[in-house]
């Protein structure tokens, strides 16, 4: 499964990158984006790592922010662009080839984990979970962004949406996102296919010993532009799930 998620990401790199440049270039999504991190993670500079970072957005607004920053993926294409990126932005962060089930780093290492649209995809959850608990230092905090891209019954509605958003990027980025389409047997095969998210989430949040465990529906309204929504709209909401390292200090 795993030679599989590396040889999509990797053809799909450089398509992928011109949405992450596009978010990097825009003041909306740029600053909803930090404003998001601003609300769940602490001001003060951070020791934070980004799993699944792809081409980088995340980890560069993090770096933007102040925070020192640790990325990994299993493409070496994502991480080519998430270099290129970096630097075209200015900032550092320290990208290396990882796999978001058995990190290269020692254990209670991060203040945060964060990553963005890859939960969805690791073929073991459990075990990810029990991987990003175990680099976070006790009192840190794990932060995911997620959505049931193929979950649950899509409506008509979301449908010819779908249809309608890829050609809308057939036209202004010239990519073919239908030639992108999964293959149905590797979808299925995945956990999220057949979960009821984020309340799965949570549960595997908590089943790794984080506390404080919450989720949150209002991702979209917080970052999507219009043409964001216009784009991805059609993969309904997306969400936000986040918890604590115990310390100790909990009652
Ligand atoms: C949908 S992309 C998201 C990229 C980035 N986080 C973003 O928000 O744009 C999923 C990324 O997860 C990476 N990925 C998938 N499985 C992984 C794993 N087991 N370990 C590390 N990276 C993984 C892929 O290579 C790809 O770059």
Known sequence: MKDCIIQYWNSGAN???KGIQRLLHSHKENSGWKSVFSEYLNDKPLKVLDIGTGPGSMSILLAEMGHFVSAVDLSEQMLHCARENAKECNVTVDFKVGDAENLPFEDNSFDAVVNRWVLWTVPNPKAALSEWTRVLKPGGRLLIFDG????GEKTCVQKAWKHGSRFYTLL???RNMWKRDMDNTFVDGLWSTHANRPEDDCTLFMNAGLVNVKSSLDLNKKVYTLSDYIRQG?????FIVTGVKPDGTEK
């Open 15 to 17: 398509g992928y990158n």
């Open 148 to 151: 049931n891209w193929y979950s």
């Open 172 to 174: 202004s980025e010239r």
């Open 234 to 238: 059609h993969w309904g909401d997306t």
